[in-house]
């Protein structure tokens, strides 16, 4: 988590990044360090906000065969994870492969949603005019699976609230046509 106020100390190549990822988005495979990479610039692009026109655009990741189900289940309300058929370990980042019992058997499987906060930081530098500060970039643990991780934003509350341990639940922000997961506390659980 401490990497990242440096990336984001790096405008000229964030916004040359956010119009190029746009463009590639559909027809390159990248590498997986790639894909890690665009979701932790993609969880430090928005805020806490709500519907502002002019909000910071997100850098979006390029999709892939692995990752597509994780970047558009949202569009049905739904986290999906891979999951190995074999062995029952969930996968991610996603990739096709089982690394517990290295079977090939992999599906994206629903979720529930809810989670635990195990990692965080508020960033309060507005680095960029649009960037709407404080906002929290967090590392999420999955219910179903502790090493299971997300890196993504905690909305809908008071930034300065957030505290690791927290229970948190998934909700979606459309970008194009990648619906992003964030997370909200999950007050039905306190
Ligand atoms: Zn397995």
């Known amino acids: 988590m401490d990497e990242t106020p440096h990336r984001l100390a790096e405008p000229a190549r964030e916004d040359k990044h956010a119009f190029q990822a746009v463009e590639i988005a559909r ?4 590498k997986r360090r790639d894909q ?3 979701l932790i610039r993609s969880a430090g ?3 806490s906000m709500s519907g502002e026109e002019d909000k910071f655009p997100r850098s979006l990741p390029a999709l892939d065969d692995d990752n597509q ?3 558009t289940g949202g569009a049905n309300g739904e986290l999906l994870i891979n999951r190995c058929g074999e062995c029952g370990y969930y996968i991610h ?3 096709s492969f089982c690394p517990s019992c290295e079977s090939r058997d992999v599906t994206p499987q629903p979720v529930s949603g809810k989670a635990e906060i195990v990692s965080m930081t508020v ?12 906002y929290v970039v967090a590392l999420v643990a999955i219910e179903e699976q502790d090493d299971v991780r997300l890196v993504t934003n905690i909305v809908d509350c008071d930034p300065l609230s957030v505290r690791i341990g927290d229970k948190v639940k998934v909700q979606f922000e459309q970008a194009e046509d990648l619906w992003i997961p964030l997370f909200s506390p999950d007050r039905e659980d306190t």
Not at 27 to 30: A, E, I, M, P, V
């Open 45 to 47: 692009g928005q805020a």
């Open 36 to 38: 890690e990479d665009s």
């Open 69 to 71: 189900a994780f970047w």
């Open 27 to 30: 027809s390159c495979k990248r």
């Open 123 to 134: 960033n309060h530098r507005q680095w960029f005019p649009n960037l709407q500060v404080p």
């Open 93 to 95: 980042p996603p990739t």
